[in-house]
């Protein structure tokens, strides 16, 4: 099993070796039969929500007068993908970029408009990280995010626009792009919650003494964890950095304040990651300590044993002897009084121990 997976990482890269810049290939897993699009065309005083039957149905938004957010699902549709991509005028590496979806959280800036990816991650049912690539386009009165598939963390925030709750039908498409990326950065809080649960329910088990094979798959599970999750905040601090020192005319500057905001949960998130990372490190130092001392007790009673058997073993030795002239071997009470020396021996060395504190 393990072969084949480690065969089917190297062939998704390899697709992608030696072609032109700005080729499109998806390189996920998750395919999907149609492109799913819906659209939430906004303004404090309208609102229309629509399932987009088309890639070409999404054109009319482009110059709009409302706030527009388009949501794409299945990035394995290239050709619809490069359709919206001619009519918004964008560059054939950010195409490239939305399709590849082992790529980095990164920001990149164009005149019309601002182009980010960023990792979405939430747990399942078997609480098991679900990590997926989502790409976000702002431009001057949309936002458009395309996902792998359906299934997202963006439900709050659609309510929020149905229902005109908080500022979100008032402001802009900056102030959308903003509420996308919050509500990414709030389920790190729920993945972080849960991790943190795991640690100490696995430090609880680790003194209840669980078997070996147990407690070392659970540590180097929750470590593959946290190294996943650390892999999608840590860019993100130089991304909203990026955005709060940006001059473009996309981001109002009332904007910039709730982006500061996000910035400080991505600093808290990243720093609670790397205590739970040390502290998984200090699971696997207390594990292999403990394993330690239970082979040193194990060993212990062992060399104890022997040490008892040894003057034991000595005395039998002497006395199993094959020799005619061994003088106790014709009195009548010899047997008897190797028994006691032996017991005494026994005995005394049993009490010796145990003064000592090795028993």
Known sequence: MAKRK?????QNYKKQVGQVPGTLVYTGT????????????????????KELKTVEEAFEFKHSNTVTWINLNGLNQINEIEKLGTHYNLHPLVLEDIVSTNQRPKIDEY???????LKMMYYDADEKIVSEQVSFILGKNYVLSLQEAEGDVFDALRERIRQAKGRIRNLGSDYLMYALIDSVVDHYYAIIETMGNKIEDLEDNLFEGLTKDEISTEIQSLK??????RRAIFPLREIISRIDKSDSKLIDQKTLHYFADVYDHIIQVSDTIDIYREMIWGLMDMYMTTISNRMNEVMKVL????????????????YGMNFDHIPEL????SYYI?????????????YYFKRKKWL
Not at 330 to 333: D, L, R, T, V
């Open 6 to 10: 480690q065969k089917k990482r190297t």
């Open 303 to 318: 060399t104890i044993i022997a040490t008892i058997f040894i003057p034991l073993t000595f005395i039998a030795g002497i």
């Open 338 to 350: 190797l028994w006691v020396v032996m017991i005494v021996i026994f005995l005394g060395m049993l």
């Open 111 to 117: 005149e019309d408009y601002i182009f980010l990816v």
């Open 330 to 333: 014709h009195y009548k009470y």
């Open 30 to 49: 998750k395919e999907t039969s149609q492109l799913f699009i819906e659209s939430f065309d906004y303004n404090s005083d309208f609102f229309v929500e």
């Open 224 to 229: 593959r964890e946290v190294l996943k999750v």
